[in-house]
């Protein structure tokens, strides 16, 4: 069974200790190091999503400030269309965010099986 499997859910999470029995260390510790690096990636994800969710609440914080210099009546055709691409944007960071985090936490039990599995690495990974 391999990790590639495993990241794609064709195979059971709660796989038996068994299977791994027959890996090398290199083997082990090259899954690790790729569950790692998609930890990493599933981390920058969620950098650019909370990176996309803070543009439109600063935009809006900007148009709050100053909303004393115009009228919201002549600028309507403006900022209805701005509102729908600001909603837009709190919904792609948000889904970015979550998406990153549902990740995160499958790689951190990946990790914790593996260590499980394998007491060579648990002193490696904490």
């Not at 796989?15 to 029995?21: D, M, N, V």
């Not at 439109?56 to 919201?72: F, H, K, N």
């Not at 919904?91 to 914790?112: C, E, K, M, P, T």
């Amino acid at each position: 069974m391999t990790v590639i499997k495993k990241l794609l859910g064709e195979t059971d999470e709660n796989a038996t200790c068994s299977q791994h029995k027959g890996d090398s260390d290199a083997i082990i510790i090259n899954e690790a190091q790729l569950i790692l690096a998609e930890k990493r990636t599933s981390l920058a994800a969620m950098r650019t999503g909370i990176a996309v969710f803070a543009l439109p609440l600063s935009v809006l914080g900007l148009l709050i400030a100053t909303s004393r210099y115009y009228d919201v009546l002549h600028v309507l055709p403006l900022i209805v269309p701005l509102g729908i691409m600001l909603t837009a944007l709190i919904v792609l960071g948000s889904y970015l965010i979550i998406r990153a985090l549902r990740n995160i936490h499958h790689y951190d039990r990946l990790i914790v099986q593996l260590k499980n599995c394998h007491s060579k690495l648990s002193q490696f990974i904490d």
